[in-house]
């Protein structure tokens, strides 16, 4: 086979797929809660030699067949049992402290959702075996600048990946808070490589944080000697002090000691090893002020405004400055005057972005939350992004690189924000019973060209404006700044969730098109230039959902599973973060799979040996698949059989 990203491969033939999870729970709505069907199994080490792993919490989750998840505890036989089963498809997945928690038939351990299990009504299926890894430890000491002991620093473990000759860092879920000895220790760890991030506190209070400059300790020193030889009664000349220092604020840290994510040191670690020894110190960055006044379309200071102060880098760790409240969104806030003010802000590339809605809120009625003085940190930048979410009429932007020196005069003008319009139509609805059409949602996000993580993603969600349509099947989202714009949207009754792509769909109704001017914004992203007027788009829902299921075999005819399956356009425009057309599930244990959804067009279709999900909005790795991929193509609402035999086999 040939090798795609060091363990990926491709497999001859392939099909079409969408989320597992999504049509399974759509398939399996009515299907009973309680059944005849069971689960008997073991979890074993992955060691040699192999034991029974006791005390695992092994949870049972479907895409429908049961309302909530199950859970059993292994017994010190490493047993488990799974009873009154209802047929369906189900995962498996063990979790226990200092382990590394596996889904049931993944091929890395710590990453992928695994093997769907296949369970007829009735079966009693036996010799399940999950495997899981005993994790891996990193483990030192973090010390502040003068090589004290810190205290009340969080450690944020990141994961590196390496895409077109890049490096890629993707926040984990691990972390730890030093002790009050400054020292760490995250265990339960997959193998692989990991970046450390020493982050301090938020700073509370008032007041700037300044180190004493050597300027000022010889000052002190001239004084106090002058002090002490002038003669009682008489008068001493001392020079004025000095200008006090430049304020600083502690800055996260990247071991082995530098605030910069470019020159952090990668730690590599293997199965079941103990890394000790990493210890490093934190750094002080110097920080700046910015001041000035915001004036509204009137002239006039607004009565309602709201700053937000927004990195412009790609980098995956803005993210967490950005939910964490650190250098992403310093406390910046407009006064009731239309005065703006901010300190406490670290080097970087920042993009300053006022939105507000004059008369939506009296001058004698609070401000929102990130107006508040002290409302710096997560909570503070929570709020900015939803202040602008929810409709804010004007707006006013400013770039700004920030380096250690205060800015002072700014003067941002609000003026009318854009706005996107059009209606919804249900294709083939019942006239005797109208879809309410209130109940569609509207998000219009940042677009990207870069690959994202699912974190980056989710975060990306309090960057959206958001709207709704009305029950005469209306919609407007206004308050929209210039820029590249994704559109989502969550679709007929029951609601749906916009934020997360277009392909889900609630109520048995799925998006089939947004067209605007010839193009489906629902595919392609939408340019709003300053003075573009976005009238007319028509968004299309439909019942008509297309369909692909069938069996994947072996070269012997054997169901196989565990071969990811990915399916994305033909036409390369499409291949941006978030696309509803790029899709991957794997076979269940039975071999059998059932996809929906997907909009009508022509696809790469093919099947992996693994699959880092992060990869599927990657244009480099997309390329690689196109050799080893063939083409299908999917009408509306079309419903194929499409079975594959793998290991030289054609689709049949």
Same mark, same amino acid.
């Given at each position: 086979?040939?090798?795609?990203?060091?363990?990926?491969?491709?497999?001859?033939?392939?099909?079409?797929?969408?989320?597992?999870?999504?049509?399974?729970?759509?398939?399996?709505?009515?299907?009973?809660?309680?059944?005849?069907?069971?689960?008997?199994?073991?979890?074993?080490?992955?060691?040699?030699?192999?034991?029974?792993?006791?005390?695992?919490?092994?949870?049972?989750?479907?895409?429908?067949?049961?309302?909530?998840?199950?859970?059993?505890?292994?017994?010190?036989?490493?047993?488990?049992?799974?009873?009154?089963?209802?047929?369906?498809?189900?995962?498996?997945?063990?979790?226990?402290?200092?382990?590394?928690?596996?889904?049931?038939?993944?091929?890395?351990?710590?990453?992928?959702?695994?093997?769907?299990?296949?369970?007829?009504?009735?079966?009693?299926?036996?010799?399940?075996?999950?495997?899981?890894?005993?994790?891996?430890?990193?483990?030192?000491?973090?010390?502040?600048?003068?090589?004290?002991?810190?205290?009340?620093?969080?450690?944020?473990?990141?994961?590196?990946?390496?895409?077109?000759?890049?490096?890629?860092?993707?926040?984990?879920?691990?972390?730890?808070?030093?002790?009050?000895?400054?020292?760490?220790?995250?265990?339960?760890? $997959? #193998? @692989?490589?990991?970046?450390?991030?020493?982050? &301090? /506190? !938020?700073?509370?209070?008032?007041?700037?944080?300044? %180190? +004493?400059?050597?300027?000022?300790?010889?000052?002190?020193?001239?004084?106090?000697?002058?002090?002490?030889?002038? $003669? #009682? @009664?008489?008068?001493?000349?001392?020079?004025? &002090? /000095? !200008?006090?220092?430049?304020?600083?604020?502690?800055? %996260? +840290?990247?071991?082995?000691?530098?605030?910069?994510?470019?020159?952090?040191?990668?730690?590599?670690?293997?199965?079941?090893?103990?890394?000790?020894?990493?210890?490093?110190?934190?750094?002080?960055?110097?920080?700046?002020?910015?001041?000035?006044?915001?004036?509204?379309?009137?002239?006039?200071?607004?009565?309602?405004?709201?700053?937000?102060?927004?990195?412009?880098?790609?980098?995956?760790?803005?993210?967490?400055?950005?939910?964490?409240?650190?250098?992403?969104?310093?406390?910046?806030?407009?006064?009731?005057?239309?005065?703006?003010?901010?300190?406490?802000?670290?080097?970087?590339?920042?993009?300053?972005?006022?939105?507000?809605?004059?008369?939506?809120?009296?001058?004698?009625?609070?401000?929102?939350?990130?107006?508040?003085?002290?409302?710096?940190?997560?909570?503070?930048?929570?709020?900015?992004?939803?202040?602008?979410?929810?409709?804010?009429?004007?707006?006013?932007?400013?770039?700004?690189?920030?380096?250690?020196?205060?800015?002072?005069?700014?003067?941002?003008?609000?003026?009318?924000?854009?706005?996107?319009?059009?209606?919804?139509?249900?294709?083939?609805?019942?006239?005797?019973?109208?879809?309410?059409?209130?109940?569609?949602?509207?998000?219009?996000?940042?677009?990207?060209?870069?690959?994202?993580?699912?974190?980056?993603?989710?975060?990306?969600?309090?960057?959206?404006?958001?709207?709704?349509?009305?029950?005469?099947?209306?919609?407007?989202?206004?308050?929209?700044?210039?820029?590249?714009?994704?559109?989502?949207?969550?679709?007929?009754?029951?609601?749906?969730?916009?934020?997360?792509?277009?392909?889900?769909?609630?109520?048995?109704?799925?998006?089939?098109?947004?067209?605007?001017?010839?193009?489906?914004?629902?595919?392609?992203?939408?340019?709003?230039?300053?003075?573009?007027?976005?009238?007319?788009?028509?968004?299309?829902?439909?019942?008509?959902?297309?369909?692909?299921?069938?069996?994947?075999?072996?070269?012997?005819?054997?169901?196989?599973?565990?071969?990811?399956?990915?399916?994305?356009?033909?036409?390369?425009?499409?291949?941006?973060?978030?696309?509803?057309?790029?899709?991957?599930?794997?076979?269940?244990?039975?071999?059998?799979?059932?996809?929906?959804?997907?909009?009508?067009?022509?696809?790469?279709?093919?099947?992996?040996?693994?699959?880092?999900?992060?990869?599927?909005?990657?244009?480099?790795?997309?390329?690689?698949?196109?050799?080893?991929?063939?083409?299908?193509?999917?009408?509306?609402?079309?419903?194929?059989?499409?079975?594959?035999?793998?290991?030289?086999?054609?689709?049949?």
């Amino acid at each position: 086979m040939t090798g795609v990203k060091k363990m990926t491969a491709f497999v001859c033939g392939a099909m079409l797929v969408a989320s597992a999870a999504i049509a399974q729970t759509r398939d399996n709505l009515a299907t009973p809660t309680t059944g005849t069907a069971s689960i008997f199994g073991v979890v074993m080490s992955d060691a040699s030699p192999s034991r029974p792993v006791r005390r695992v919490t092994v949870t049972l989750g479907s895409g429908g067949a049961m309302k909530v998840p199950l859970a059993a505890i292994t017994d010190d036989n490493g047993a488990f049992t799974f009873t009154n089963l209802p047929g369906g498809t189900y995962t498996l997945v063990g979790m226990r402290p200092a382990w590394v928690g596996t889904a049931y038939g993944t091929k890395t351990y710590g990453r992928g959702s695994g093997v769907p299990i296949s369970l007829a009504a009735g079966q009693q299926l036996t010799g399940v075996t999950l495997k899981m890894l005993h994790g891996s430890v990193i483990a030192g000491t973090i010390r502040d600048a003068s090589g004290r002991p810190a205290s009340d620093v969080e450690i944020i473990l990141m994961t590196v990946q390496h895409q077109n000759g890049r490096r890629k860092v993707t926040p984990v879920l691990q972390s730890a808070r030093v002790d009050m000895r400054g020292e760490f220790r995250i265990f339960g760890l $997959a #193998p @692989g490589e990991y970046l450390l991030r020493a982050q &301090p /506190p !938020p700073r509370m209070g008032s007041g700037d944080l300044r %180190p +004493t400059t050597p300027a000022e300790l010889e000052w002190a020193k001239m004084a106090a000697a002058a002090q002490g030889t002038g $003669a #009682p @009664g008489v008068s001493v000349d001392v020079p004025a &002090p /000095p !200008p006090n220092g430049r304020p600083v604020a502690f800055a %996260p +840290t990247y071991y082995p000691g530098t605030p910069d994510v470019a020159g952090a040191t990668v730690v590599t670690l293997g199965a079941n090893e103990e890394r000790l020894g990493v210890d490093f110190s934190t750094t002080m960055v110097p920080v700046a002020s910015l001041s000035g006044r915001v004036i509204g379309p009137d002239g006039q200071p607004p009565r309602n405004a709201s700053a937000q102060l927004q990195l412009t880098n790609t980098s995956s760790t803005s993210v967490i400055d950005m939910l964490m409240g650190m250098a992403g969104s310093a406390g910046v806030r407009v006064g009731a005057d239309g005065r703006l003010s901010g300190s406490g802000i670290a080097p970087g590339h920042y993009r300053l972005i006022v939105r507000g809605a004059p008369g939506s809120v009296g001058a004698d009625r609070p401000q929102p939350l990130l107006d508040m003085p002290g409302s710096a940190g997560a909570a503070g930048a929570i709020a900015g992004m939803i202040a602008g979410a929810v409709g804010a009429t004007f707006w006013a932007s400013e770039d700004l690189d920030i380096s250690g020196r205060d800015i002072e005069g700014l003067e941002l003008r609000l003026q009318p924000g854009l706005s996107i319009s059009g209606t919804v139509a249900f294709e083939g609805e019942d006239p005797k019973e109208p879809v309410d059409a209130a109940r569609v949602s509207i998000s219009i996000s940042p677009a990207t060209s870069e690959a994202k993580s699912a974190l980056e993603m989710v975060a990306g969600m309090f960057q959206s404006t958001i709207g709704a349509a009305t029950k005469e099947r209306t919609f407007t989202v206004a308050g929209i700044t210039p820029g590249t714009y994704r559109t989502s949207f969550g679709g007929g009754p029951g609601g749906g969730n916009p934020f997360l792509g277009a392909t889900a769909s609630a109520g048995g109704w799925a998006v089939k098109s947004a067209m605007f001017n010839g193009k489906d914004i629902a595919d392609l992203p939408i340019e709003i230039r300053p003075g573009d007027e976005i009238k007319g788009v028509v968004v299309t829902f439909t019942k008509a959902v297309t369909l692909i299921s069938g069996n994947v075999q072996d070269a012997a005819g054997r169901p196989v599973s565990g071969f990811p399956i990915v399916v994305f356009p033909t036409d390369r425009a499409m291949w941006s973060p978030g696309s509803r057309r790029i899709l991957s599930a794997k076979p269940a244990s039975d071999g059998t799979y059932k996809v929906s959804g997907l909009p009508a067009g022509e696809y790469y279709l093919c099947a992996l040996t693994d699959l880092d999900p992060n990869d599927l909005y990657d244009s480099a790795f997309l390329d690689q698949l196109v050799a080893g991929s063939f083409k299908i193509t999917l009408s509306d609402g079309e419903k194929k059989v499409q079975d594959l035999r793998l290991g030289g086999g054609t689709p049949q």
